[in-house]
């Protein structure tokens, strides 16, 4: 692809993986399968093909996409997708240079790093990726002006059971709204297929396989298509090759049917009511409780409503199997805010649990509630394929309940039936020359259970027990040899889809485990994804082994550009230990606090001999270097402000320079009352002046109102929160910030955004969860354990925000991120003077306080953007990046133009008088997560001495070259 596209592609990309704010949204061209943000066109879905087989229960679909874009301009695509349970992405390839190319899998953070960092090149990566749930994401960069790309993606899958047969159902999704699709079936070894629905495809038998063929435009198929085909009167199965390993999957039928079971008398029920409820299909969970509790006829019931948080307890009593008072309840509820799954706990005097919710939990704390001995619980989800089953089979796992999933109404009556029936009794296979050997069970309620595992020697056979229609056990001897070959790894791909899931479960498993797992079968997971690179050397600049086609050059040539690790980072500490002890430098000297000299006119003939050297001696020149500190502790370093400085005179044309060795007793440059004033800002928005005009019992129910317009702008959540904080509803306004946690999984500029609300709405302990997945989402990025850090600090976990804040030091960065080392170090260092922690992580050259009268600090959401801090002083003088030391010695940080910041202002001792605050907007690379670019700033007073206060900003600008006063410092 042209270089020259890609330079300007890159200058003018659109990222679309993000919530547009408020304006943007009205530009986004979201209405086709790929979705994109600022396009002036849609982009068109211009070819489909499906190519669906299945054998023995085992389905593969291969799904090919050519998308156009018709813009003038290159843009990168989005396309979001859920799969059903059990479903698992194999397989992903895009076009290079108009070949298809295989992904390859890689860990998710790593992903995600390397797709950013090779984007900002310009150059042609894909990304695919699980965001929560069974829910994925594919991003697509560059689709060039008026060209097209490529993809293809593998889903394999278990296929579901009910009591009529197997379900195949086609991925119509991906075919929907294209000019041309082609359509390819093969059934192999299974009755006659019955269609469901109407369809135009027909299914016609060929040797021992039913095929269909079909081609023509998106908009005439059917929204849904599916055939249920007839199971096998006995046990039937396959087994396949992978990676020379043999392994197979047997459906076998149990007569056993399960048995009612004992009801209980008390229940606790805990409903999620956050705002992904919505989108389940809460009249089915209705329709499935409203049989169940007919059933239990009497009972007492500890309702529990979870959004943001867990909201009081509240008891409801069902008298004959009346319920409507707990089901008006219900039915009346709001649904809003985030998903604070874990915020409950089981009540110690209920017999079981039933929960209802998605399973997606994205607020709040990670710890799954403690459960009861002999407790049971059931989970119930009516969000079909947009539920986490993972999570709610991790709360369930070993309570003796089930997970109970509503594809659609038409599950209702096989679900509730699960409901009020025994959990079906566990089943243990046992095998010779087999091994690693997996039991789904999920399905024995309606007649069969399916067992997975390796054939490590033959002969090899398989015994189970099983439960007959009299409630005995029979055994089952089988033979494994003569099963029918299933290529392309079907086999491997069920059971290793199913052990996975099994070890996402069990939280107790580390991640690197099931990672390593993941990374093998090449599965795409909550910690894998498959990544397509241009080029052998972006394979090799990154550490990532190609495809195969490519990889044998790869093993020659990275054997040769190993990099010793340890040895970058000991230069990196070098480094860091210079500009330290050049800031301490700076922090040591004593600036003239008298007025600033003005410069003199043009044409004096002083000026080069007077004026320009006292310049050059005041602000320009480094001291001589400080005589090394002596050893002290850092908790009992507590710098005042009246600490002893360099005493520098000041004529009208040059500095007389003095020794640099510190004074006896340097007098205080103010009287020590120092006040931050911070300049009102408010969103201008229509619905912002309503809501600001109502009264402060209305603003929730007018913005209920709003949110339906305004449901994927940020923006808009932000703009009603501050409105609430202002009202004093503080309870409100975080349910509302929570909202965040729900417009984009995994979104980790948004939850930054999040993060920065919550702090500055005094509640760090809820920031700390958010910063966490904001780091596991942008390890690369310094500002991810900076932000974390200072959230730590804020809940009172000192050592650990000193670890975080640490590795923003010690780590290597990309040269985009200079400077932001020094800020942390300053920020580790106050936390360390006050604490009691353990500095042995801090090299000790870097462990010293430097207390300042005034600090302001200013950081933004947006990557690829160039905000600037300015101060002005009571001198006139401002400090800014190209001004970076005042004549009173206040120092600005180095200037970041790539996205986040931070920048610093620091100022050691201030002359008394006013000091302006302001934040000045250049411009943005990128579509911006808010529809605008948001600020965080941090104006102290005092930092790092008795009597600090701190006061935080948050505030958006559009407008390139915008700029803005945020507050002022009045020193006395």
Not at 506 to 527: C, H, I, N, W, Y
Not at 593 to 619: L, V
Not at 794 to 801: F, I, S, T, W
Request: glycine share 8%; net charge neutral; charged share 25%.
């Amino acid at each position: 692809m042209d270089s020259v596209l890609r330079r300007l592609g890159w200058g003018i990309a659109v990222w679309v993986a993000v919530a547009v704010g408020q304006g943007a949204a009205a530009q986004s061209a979201g209405q086709g399968l790929l979705k994109v943000a600022g396009a002036e066109r849609e982009v068109q879905l211009e070819r489909a093909q499906l190519h669906s087989r299945v054998a023995a229960g085992l389905g593969e679909t291969r799904i090919e996409l050519v998308f156009r874009n018709l813009n003038n301009r290159v843009l990168e695509g989005n396309l979001e997708f859920p799969l059903a349970d059990g479903q698992q992405v194999t397989a992903f390839a895009l076009d290079i240079d108009g070949a298809l190319r295989d992904a390859v899998p890689v860990p998710k953070d790593k992903g995600r790093q390397v797709f950013e960092a090779i984007e900002r090149r310009g150059v042609d990566p894909g990304l695919l990726e699980q965001t929560a749930g069974n829910q994925f994401r594919l991003r697509i960069y560059p689709i060039p002006a008026h060209g097209t790309r490529r993809v293809a993606l593998t889903v394999r899958e278990t296929l579901p059971l009910d009591a009529k047969g197997l379900r195949w159902n086609l991925p119509m999704q991906f075919a929907q709204g294209a000019q041309q699709v082609q359509v390819q079936l093969d059934a192999v070894g299974t009755g006659v297929p019955v269609k469901r629905g109407t369809s135009p495809l027909e299914l016609t038998l060929a040797g021992a396989t039913w095929r269909a063929r079909w081609q023509g435009r998106g908009d005439q198929l059917p929204a849904q298509l599916g055939w249920t085909l007839p199971l096998p009167r006995g046990i039937s199965g396959v087994q396949g090759l992978f990676n020379g390993e043999r392994y197979f999957m047997l459906q076998v039928p149990v007569t056993g049917q399960p048995r009612p079971r004992a009801l209980p008398r008390r229940i606790g029920l805990v409903w999620d009511a956050s705002g992904s409820g919505r989108q389940r299909d809460t009249a089915a969970e209705l329709t499935v409780l409203d049989r169940y509790f007919q059933a239990v006829g009497q009972a007492q019931v500890q309702l529990t409503v979870l959004r943001d948080r867990a909201e009081p307890m509240r008891r409801f009593n069902v008298q004959g199997g009346n319920w409507s008072a707990l089901r008006r309840e219900l039915e009346g509820l709001v649904y809003d805010g985030g998903s604070a799954l874990n915020d409950w706990a089981a009540s110690p005097d209920v017999d079981e649990t039933l929960v209802v919710s998605d399973g997606i939990g994205n607020f709040g704390a990670r710890t799954r509630p403690a459960l009861q001995p002999g407790q049971p619980l059931y989970a119930l989800s009516g969000a079909g394929a947009r539920t986490d089953a993972s999570h709610l089979r991790y709360w369930v796992e070993g309570s003796g309940g089930q997970v109970l999933v509503l594809a659609g109404v038409d599950d209702v009556t096989s679900v509730a039936e699960r409901l009020l029936r025994q959990a079906p009794a566990r089943i243990e296979p046992q095998g010779q020359g087999l091994a690693d050997l997996l039991l789904d069970d999920t399905q024995a309620g309606q007649g069969w259970v399916r067992v997975m595992g390796r054939i490590t020697a033959q002969p090899a056979s398989l015994r189970l027990r099983l439960p007959s229609a009299d409630g005995s056990t029979t055994e089952q001897t089988m033979a494994m040899n003569g099963l029918p070959d299933a290529d392309g790894g079907m086999a491997a791909y069920a059971w290793a889809s199913h052990q996975l899931q099994r070890m996402q479960s069990d939280r107790t498993v580390p991640m690197s485990t099931t990672q390593a797992f993941a990374l093998k079968f090449g599965l795409v997971s909550a910690d894998t994804s498959l990544l397509v690179l241009e080029t052998l050397e972006d394979y090799l600049r990154y550490g990532i082994r190609p495809p195969v086609p490519l990889q044998a050059e790869y093993d020659k040539r990275h054997a040769l550009q190993i990099r010793d690790e340890a040895e970058q980072r000991r230069q990196r500490l070098d480094a860091i230990a210079r500009q330290f002890a050049e800031r301490e430098q700076w922090w040591n000297r004593s600036w003239p606090k008298g007025s600033r000299p003005q410069e003199p006119d043009p044409r004096s003939k002083q000026r080069s001999a007077g004026w320009g050297e006292a310049a050059r001696e005041a602000r320009a020149a480094p001291p001589p270097p400080a005589p090394a500190a002596p050893a002290m502790t850092l908790a009992a370093a507590n710098a005042s402000d009246n600490q002893t400085l360099d005493a520098i005179s000041v004529t009208s044309s040059r500095i007389q320079e003095e020794a640099y060795a510190p004074a006896a007793a340097d007098a205080p440059a103010n009287g020590g009352q120092l006040r931050i004033t911070l300049s009102a800002w408010q969103p201008d928005s229509r619905y912002a002046r309503q809501l600001r005009a109502a009264a402060p019992a209305q603003v929730y129910a007018l913005y209920l109102k709003e949110r339906d317009e305004h449901a994927n702008s940020s923006a808009f959540y932000l703009d009603v929160a501050d409105i609430l904080l202002e009202r004093g509803q503080r309870e409100l306004a975080i349910r509302v910030l929570s909202n965040l946690a729900e417009m984009q999984l995994e979104n980790r500029h948004v939850l930054r955004v999040l993060g920065y609300r919550l702090m500055q709405a005094n509640a760090p302990e809820l920031a700390v969860p958010v910063f966490r997945q904001v780091l596991a989402m942008g390890e690369e990025e310094p500002q991810s354990f900076r932000d974390l850090g200072l959230a730590l600090e804020a809940a009172g976990q000192a050592q650990a925000a000193v670890d975080a804040l640490n590795e923003v030091v010690i780590r290597p960065w990309d040269a985009r991120f200079d400077g932001i080392s020094l800020i942390a170090l300053d920020e580790l260092n106050t936390l360390a003077s006050r604490t009691k922690v353990n500095l042995d992580k801090v090299d000790p050259r870097l462990r010293r306080p430097m207390p300042l009268d005034l600090r302001v600090v200013l950081g933004w959401d947006s990557d690829n953007s160039d905000m600037d801090l300015w101060v002005t002083d009571p001198n006139g003088e401002r400090a800014y990046y190209g001004n970076r030391l005042t004549w009173q010695g206040g120092q600005m940080s180095r200037d970041f133009t790539g996205g986040y910041g931070p920048e610093q202002f620091s100022l050691r001792q201030a002359k008394p008088g006013v000091y302006k605050v302001e934040a000045n907007y250049f411009g943005s690379r990128e579509q911006l997560v808010t529809g605008a670019t948001t600020l965080m700033l941090r104006l102290t007073t005092k930092w790092g001495a008795k009597g600090q206060q701190d006061q935080y900003v948050t505030m958006r600008l559009k407008d390139d070259s915008e700029t803005v006063l945020v507050g002022e410092f009045e020193v006395r």
